[in-house]
T-cell receptor, first 110, second 116 residues
Framework: DQQVKQNSPSLSVQEGRISILNCDYT??????FLWYKKYPAEGPTFLIS?????DKNEDGRFTVFLNKSAKHLSLHIVPSQPGDSAVYFC?????????FGPGTRLSVLP | EPEVTQTPSHQVTQMGQEVILRCVPI?????FYWYRQILGQKVEFLVS????????KSEIFDDQFSVERPDGSNFTLKIRSTKLEVSAMYFC??????????????FGPGTRLTVT
């Protein structure tokens, strides 16, 4: 089952630069898309979401872009900070069913 | 700040035994969820629960699993006759409403279940 894909298992970025995390999905019926951050030994923490009828949502340093025709979304973090180092999960929602991607480990280097 | 709590943090059980994982969601939340993450793999949705009944469940959530909100505050996941392959980190989450925008899921810290 590969409904939500995050093809980059890891990403390294210099502090202050932009981090771009990508996510692809296959099911056009998803209503919402969400990004979560996860530190070791903790539960996922919600970052930002976007409705399937929007193409952009911004919240502080975090912006999510949705390209519905390409079934692709991305999370931009700018400027990146060392505290952003974590695993980032893309998730897609239909009704009350959530499908997570495998995650991308982001390392922000000082 | 209100948070979702889970007990125990680590549960070790023998194959074939029943386990109950407990969660206390945030008090004014209405939607409750269980997820699991097998070591090194992705977070997998198990079940969602609203108004005292299951609203969605995944293929993983078979007859071995059940959920309950026994007393209006706890939300439990029961796993009957545990098998080795259910060893995982189990996360509980709760959400205020059914929509996604602005009403995110809050996750607990997880219970690590080890079946020996």
């Amino acid at each position: 089952d590969q409904q939500v894909k995050q093809n980059s298992p890891s990403l390294s970025v210099q502090e202050g630069r932009i981090s771009i995390l990508n996510c692809d999905y296959t099911n056009s019926m998803f209503d919402y898309f969400l990004w979560y951050k996860k530190y070791p030994a903790e539960g996922p923490t919600f970052l930002i979401s976007i409705s399937s009828i929007k193409d952009k949502n911004e919240d502080g340093r975090f912006t999510v872009f949705l390209n519905k025709s390409a079934k692709h979304l991305s999370l931009h973090i700018v400027p990146s900070q060392p505290g952003d180092s974590a695993v980032y999960f893309c998730a897609a929602q239909i009704r009350q069913n959530f499908v997570f991607g495998p995650g991308t480990r982001l390392s922000v280097l000082p | 700040e209100p948070e979702v709590t889970q007990t125990p943090s680590h549960q070790v059980t023998q194959m074939g035994q029943e386990v109950i994982l407990r969660c206390v969601p945030i008090s004014n939340h209405l939607y409750f969820y269980w997820y699991r993450q097998i070591l090194g793999q992705k977070v997998e949705f198990l079940v969602s629960f609203y108004n005292n009944e299951i609203s969605e469940k995944s293929e993983i959530f078979d007859d071995q699993f059940s959920v309950e909100r026994p007393d209006g505050s706890n939300f439990t996941l029961k796993i009957r006759s545990t098998k080795l392959e259910v060893s995982a980190m189990y996360f509980c989450a709760s959400k205020k409403t059914g929509g996604a925008a602005g009403y995110e899921q809050y996750f607990g810290p997880g219970t690590r279940l080890t079946v020996t």
